[in-house]
C-alpha cells in the first residue's frame, strides 16, 4: 500500500511539473510573439479561451485649471478636460495580426461639428501585421513619424502640453501605410528605421478629394544601446538610466498638392501645395537627468493662396522653422523640475501673417504612478515679435491632473 501511494504521489508530480513546464513554455512563446504595440503585461484586458483575440482596455483623463494673460487685454480664466481618450488594442486569430484604436471625446478632440459631417473622435485606428521579430507593417490611421515630441504620447509629457513649435510644424496623423523596422539592444548600438506612404490630409477628411500623396521617413539612432523600457518614448527619466543614454533622429515628410495650411493640420487652402518638413531631434537620459533638443521646419513655394473669387481673402501654408531646447530633473521622490526654450521663425513669404515667437517655461511634477497619475504644474512667458516692429508680451499658468489606466 505504501508502495502504492508513493508511487502515485510521484506521478502526479511528475505530470504536475510536465504540465508546469508546458505553461511556462506557451507563456515564454506568447511573450516573444507579443510585438511592441501589442505589449499587454500591464494593461487592463482578457484574452479569448482559445487565445485567438485579446484587446485591453485603457483610458486617460487630463483635467486643467488655467489663467493667462495677453499685452492690453483682460486675463482669461481656463477650466476644461484637454483630453479624454479611450483605447483599445489586441489580436485577432494569432499575435502577428494586432490591431489599435484610440477615441478622443473632449472638445478639443473632436473639434468644430459642421453639419454633414461626423465628430472628429477617430484618433487611431490601425491594423498591424508582425512579420518578423523586428519588421512591423500597419494598414490605417495613426501617428505619421515625424519630430519626437508628437509620436510620444500626450500622456508621456513632462509639462502640460507640446511646444509652440510642435502645434505649428508637426505632420500629425494620417490614414495609409505603416512600415517599421528596428534592432535594439540595450548595449550595444541600436536604429529604427520607419516610413509611410499616406493620403496627405490628416484624419478623418473626407471633404474633397485630391491625386496627391504623402511621403514619410524616419532614422533613429541609438549609439549607446536602447533606452530601458522603450524610454525614448516618453520624457522624464522614470527609469533613472544607470548609463547614459542617447537618440539621435532624422525626419522627412513630402505632402504632394495638401489642400490644408499645415499638411495634415489647419485651414483649408485655396490652391493646393507640395509642402516638404523636415525634423532633427536628440534625447539624453541619465540617472534622474534628461535633456531633449529638436529642429523643425516647413517649406513650400508661393506659400500664399488667394480666393479665385475674392482676391482680399488669402490663405497660407505656415512656412519656417523652430527650435526647442528642453531640460529636467526627476529627484528620488519623484518630483520633477523642467525648464523649456522655444523660439519659431516665419519665412518672409508670411511675414505679414504671421509673427515670430519665443516662449520659456518652466515646470513642477509630481509623479505619482509614473505618466499614468501625475501632477503638473507650469508657468510660460510668450515674446510675440510682429512684422512691423510691435512685441506683445503674454503669459500664463497652468496645473493640470493625469489619470489613466
Known amino acids: 500500500m505504501k508502495r502504492f501511494l508513493f508511487g502515485t504521489v510521484l506521478l502526479f508530480t511528475i505530470f504536475a511539473s510536465a504540465q508546469e513546464d508546458k505553461i511556462e513554455k506557451k507563456e515564454v512563446i506568447k511573450k516573444t510573439e507579443l510585438a511592441q504595440y501589442l505589449n499587454s503585461s500591464k494593461k487592463l484586458g482578457f484574452t479569448q479561451k482559445d487565445s485567438l483575440f485579446q484587446m485591453n482596455i485603457g483610458f486617460r483623463v487630463q483635467s486643467r485649471i488655467g489663467y493667462g494673460k495677453e499685452d492690453s487685454e483682460s486675463g482669461v480664466v481656463e477650466g476644461e478636460i484637454r483630453r479624454m481618450r479611450l483605447k483599445l488594442d489586441g489580436f485577432v486569430y494569432n499575435p502577428r495580426f494586432g490591431y489599435k484604436v484610440e477615441l478622443g471625446f473632449s472638445a478639443r478632440d473632436i473639434g468644430t461639428v459642421v453639419v454633414g459631417n461626423s465628430g472628429n473622435v ?23 513619424p515625424g519630430n519626437n515630441q508628437r509620436v510620444i504620447s500626450s500622456n508621456s509629457l513632462e509639462l502640460t502640453d507640446r511646444s509652440i513649435n510642435n502645434s505649428k510644424f508637426n505632420i500629425d496623423r494620417d ?17 529604427a528605421l520607419k516610413g509611410a506612404i499616406t493620403k496627405g490630409e490628416g484624419r478623418n477628411w473626407v471633404k474633397t478629394q485630391d491625386d496627391g500623396i504623402a511621403l514619410s521617413g524616419k532614422v533613429e539612432l541609438f549609439p549607446l544601446g536602447a533606452f530601458t523600457k522603450n524610454g525614448s518614448n516618453f520624457e522624464a527619466d522614470l527609469m533613472r538610466e544607470k548609463t547614459l543614454k542617447w537618440m539621435i533622429s532624422g525626419a522627412f515628410s513630402q505632402n504632394n498638392n495638401a489642400l490644408r495650411s499645415q499638411g495634415q493640420l489647419g485651414s483649408s487652402l485655396y490652391e493646393s501645395r507640395t509642402l516638404q518638413s523636415l525634423f532633427f531631434d536628440t534625447m539624453f537620459k541619465y540617472n534622474g537627468w534628461t535633456a531633449m ?12 493662396t488667394v480666393n479665385p473669387l475674392d482676391s482680399t481673402k488669402k490663405q497660407a501654408v505656415f512656412v519656417g522653422h523652430g527650435v526647442d531646447a528642453q531640460l529636467s530633473y526627476l529627484f528620488p521622490s519623484n ?12 519665412d518672409a513669404g508670411i511675414q505679414t501673417l504671421s ?18 497619475i501625475k501632477l503638473q ?24 491632473v493625469e489619470i489613466g489606466i
Open 122 to 144: 477617430i484618433l487611431d485606428g490601425v491594423f498591424f501585421y508582425k512579420a518578423t521579430p523586428n519588421f512591423t507593417v500597419g494598414f490605417g490611421q495613426t501617428k505619421l
Open 175 to 191: 490614414f495609409g501605410v505603416f512600415l517599421d523596422y528596428s534592432e535594439e539592444n540595450p548595449a550595444h548600438f541600436s536604429y
Open 293 to 304: 533638443a529638436a529642429y523643425m521646419s516647413r517649406a513650400t513655394d508661393n506659400p500664399i
Open 335 to 346: 518630483y520633477q523640475i523642467i525648464g523649456r526654450f522655444s523660439t519659431q521663425k516665419v
Open 355 to 372: 509673427p515670430d515667437m519665443d516662449e520659456y517655461t518652466i515646470g513642477l511634477s509630481k509623479y505619482i504612478f509614473g505618466h499614468k
Open 377 to 400: 504644474g507650469e508657468f510660460s512667458y510668450d515674446n510675440v515679435k510682429s512684422y512691423n516692429g510691435d512685441v506683445h508680451n503674454n503669459w500664463f499658468a497652468r496645473f493640470q
